[in-house]
């Protein structure tokens, strides 16, 4: 399928902008230039609480975001790492995507403001995000959230730390995990793949920056070859947590993403994948500008909501002020209710 008509007007604005890549500036520049190009939403979603915290890390603080809906709770809770390679972006550039799901799943979501490479590379970024969720199981109870209700999810390089704590937790034997998101996430340190040849250039994220991104991230090369920097190289993918797995047509990501979610389904896991079509990479976050987007946002929340088993009724009362109808998002939580007894699902949603 070709590129989606208000995607490519989106990379035409990007163009015309003058922004130059984040690959040619400096690493301060770059998180600069991310934080312009992402920008101040005009009108955020309201959420019932929004607070700034800071834990305890294994070798420092971490700061969080917590974001609360309204209701007695206690709420599951979504432990979100954000999307810009390990180099950029922060909980202020995903601070719509986390109001989206807070508002839409009806949990409370933690975005975690790990520490970026390449003052701080790989595995640091990691322990920070494995620690964060190790501290929500601890002390869910002090943000009135459920401790045995505890997904993890991350867009990019988010979804690659997500996948990699999901494999930590399962190695180390703790916290116990109930669901995984991965949306267009980095799973392999390589740029081999026929989506690469087709996607590397030309479509926002290309072979160029996501070179640069590695080159930050890792100590040296050999790190890329642990299944923690590289979670598609994981020898075996047993005993982890059900998964959602979005990928995007146009995007150099898609063929390693749809490569470990079939590698999850071969383990036994249950797995939910979805490509959408004519999309570039971080199409999520821009549901103001793509109706694909804004899609595929309440198609994420639904399957939460039912991953987390959030009642539908709930979900009817949260979405009745947005677009979609409600009859749909009723359908879209029975179709998904009746896929639970299903113990594997490997779905595209738009083939490619």
Not at 5 to 20: D, K, N, T, V, Y
Not at 51 to 80: K, N, Q, S, W
Request: proline residues 8%; aromatic residues 10%; negative net charge.
């Amino acid at each position: 399928m070709p590129l989606d008509p208000q995607a490519q007007s989106l990379l035409e604005e990007m163009c015309a902008s003058g922004i130059p890549p984040f690959y040619s500036l400096p690493v301060e520049e770059a998180r600069r230039a991310m934080t312009n190009l992402v920008g101040k939403t005009k009108n955020p979603v309201p959420v019932y609480q929004i607070e700034d915290r800071v834990i305890p890390g294994t070798v420092g603080p971490i700061p969080i975001r917590v974001y609360t809906p309204a209701g007695d709770g206690p709420f599951p809770v979504l432990v979100y790492f954000h999307g810009g390679g390990w180099v950029i972006g922060s909980i202020e550039t995903h601070d719509p995507i986390c109001r989206e799901l807070t508002r839409l799943v009806g949990c409370i979501v933690i975005s975690v403001d790990y520490r970026l490479a390449p003052e701080h590379p790989f595995p640091i970024p990691l322990e920070d995000c494995y620690a964060a969720v190790c501290w929500v199981a601890r002390y869910s109870a002090n943000i009135n959230g459920d401790a045995q209700r505890i997904a993890v999810a991350g867009d990019s390089a988010g979804g690659n730390l997500a996948a990699a704590v999901a494999l930590t937790a399962r190695d180390r034997g703790t916290p116990p995990l109930a669901y995984q998101v991965l949306i267009y996430p980095v799973m392999d340190y390589a740029f081999d793949t026929d989506s690469y040849r087709e996607y590397g250039d030309g479509y926002f994220l290309t072979q160029d920056m996501m070179v640069w991104f590695w080159q930050h991230y890792l100590r040296d090369q050999a790190d890329g070859f642990y299944p923690q920097a590289a979670p598609l190289r994981a020898q075996n993918l047993y005993g982890l947590p059900s998964t959602l797995l979005l990928t995007a047509e146009c995007d150099p990501l898609r063929d390693e993403g749809k490569a470990y979610a079939e590698r999850l389904q071969a383990a036994g896991g249950q797995v939910e994948y979805r490509c959408y079509a004519g999309m570039i990479h971080g199409f999520l976050g821009l549901t103001s500008r793509l109706d694909t987007a804004t899609r595929a946002m309440t198609e994420t929340a639904a399957t939460l909501r039912i991953a987390l088993d959030i009642r539908t009724r709930d979900a009817l009362f949260l979405l009745k002020d947005r677009d979609t109808p409600e009859t749909e998002i009723a359908n879209q939580q029975d179709e998904m209710a009746q896929r639970r007894g299903v113990p594997i699902l490997l779905q595209a949603y738009s083939q490619v």
